[in-house]
C-alpha cells in the first residue's frame, strides 16, 4: 500500500507538471477557480517557499537522503494512517527528486515545475509539494498529540 500511494503521488504529480509545460507560458497567470486558484508555470531551482535559491545540487542530495531515510523507516509503520501518510509523504519527495535529476538544466540540477498560484502573494507550487506539506502536518499533530510515530493501532 505504501508503495502504491507513493507511486500514485509521482504519476499524478508527473502527469500534472507535463500538462502545465505543455499548456501554460512561464510566468503567464491562467484563472482556474476563479481568482482562488490560477495556474502560473514557473521553474524552481531552491526548495520549498523558493528558499536556498540556485542551490538545487544540495536539495537533490536532501531529497535522496529523504527519500531513502522513508523507505528505511516504512516497516516500523503499524496502522493504516501511517502507511497512508509515508507514503504521501515519499510520493511529494520523490515527486520533485525526479524534476531535480532529469528537468533541465541538467542532471543533479534540474528545476522543480511549479504552477499552482494562491492569493495573498503564497508561493507557486506543485502536487509532490501539497503531498509533503499536508502528510508533514498530519503527521506533525499526531505526533504532538503523544501518538508514537509509526503507530500502534489506527
Known amino acids: 500500500m505504501f508503495l502504491g500511494i507513493a507511486s500514485a503521488v509521482v504519476l499524478i504529480d508527473q502527469l500534472t507538471k507535463v500538462l502545465a509545460i505543455q ?3 512561464p510566468f503567464e497567470s491562467v ?3 476563479f481568482d482562488l486558484v490560477r495556474f502560473t508555470l514557473v521553474f524552481n531551482d531552491s526548495a520549498a517557499f523558493s528558499l536556498g535559491g540556485s542551490e538545487t545540487w544540495v536539495f ?6 529523504a527519500t531513502l531515510l522513508l ?3 516504512v516497516p516500523r509503520f ?9 507514503g504521501f509523504a515519499l510520493g511529494g519527495v ?3 527528486l525526479v524534476d531535480r ?6 542532471f543533479a540540477n534540474g528545476h522543480v515545475v511549479d504552477f499552482i498560484q494562491l492569493p495573498f502573494n503564497f ?3 506543485n502536487i509532490a509539494d501539497t503531498a509533503i506539506t499536508i502528510s508533514a502536518l498530519i503527521i506533525a499533530i499526531r505526533v504532538m498529540r503523544g501518538e508514537k510515530l509509526g503507530g500502534t493501532s489506527d
Not at 101 to 106: A, D, M, T
Open 23 to 25: 499548456n501554460l507560458a
Open 101 to 106: 535529476l532529469f528537468r533541465e538544466p541538467g
Open 94 to 96: 520523490a515527486g520533485n
Open 31 to 33: 484563472p482556474f477557480i
Open 78 to 86: 503499524r496502522t493504516t494512517g501511517w502507511i497512508v501518510l509515508g
Open 71 to 73: 523507505l528505511w523507516f
Open 60 to 65: 537533490t542530495i536532501l531529497s535522496s537522503l
Open 123 to 125: 508561493p507557486i507550487f
